[in-house]
Nanobody, 128 residues
Framework: QVQVAESGGGLVQPGGSLRLSCEAS????????IGWFRQAPGEERLGVSC??????YYDWSVKDRFTISTDNAKNTVYLQMDNLKPEDTGIYYC???????????????????????WGQGTQVTVSS
């Protein structure tokens, strides 16, 4: 059974940076698709960036500002967020799925099988 746990949220000024971490357990990263999702108050959960089988997908709103990466030794996926904007504010959730069930793009667009696990979320607030 796969589980994930996020860390690294906080308060940052516009233009600043944060790095979120998602540590997986139960399965190693080569067998998983991992995604980062953002939920702002009153809005649906949006797929921000997802990675599977070495391919990565980014929502257009974060492309060229956010970078998703993996550290297999730590079984951890990172989301480096640069040039943050107030509209990036929300709770960021990590999700995991067995990679045979989905792709990076399908996972982020929430098409097909749902993730096998969700983290508890970490708050990111971008404000001056």
């Amino acid at each position: 059974q796969v589980q994930v746990a996020e860390s690294g949220g906080g308060l940052v000024q516009p233009g600043g940076s944060l790095r979120l971490s998602c540590e997986a357990s139960g399965f190693t990263l080569p067998f998983l698709a991992i995604g980062w999702f953002r939920q702002a108050p009153g809005e649906e959960r949006l797929g921000v960036s997802c990675i599977a089988d070495g391919r990565s997908y980014y929502d257009w709103s974060v492309k060229d500002r956010f970078t998703i990466s993996t550290d297999n030794a730590k079984n951890t996926v990172y989301l480096q967020m640069d040039n943050l904007k107030p509209e990036d504010t929300g709770i960021y959730y990590c999700a995991a799925a067995r990679k045979e069930k989905t792709t990076d793009q399908a996972m982020c667009m929430r098409v097909g099988a749902p993730p096998d696990a969700w983290g508890q979320g970490t708050q990111v607030t971008v404000s001056s």
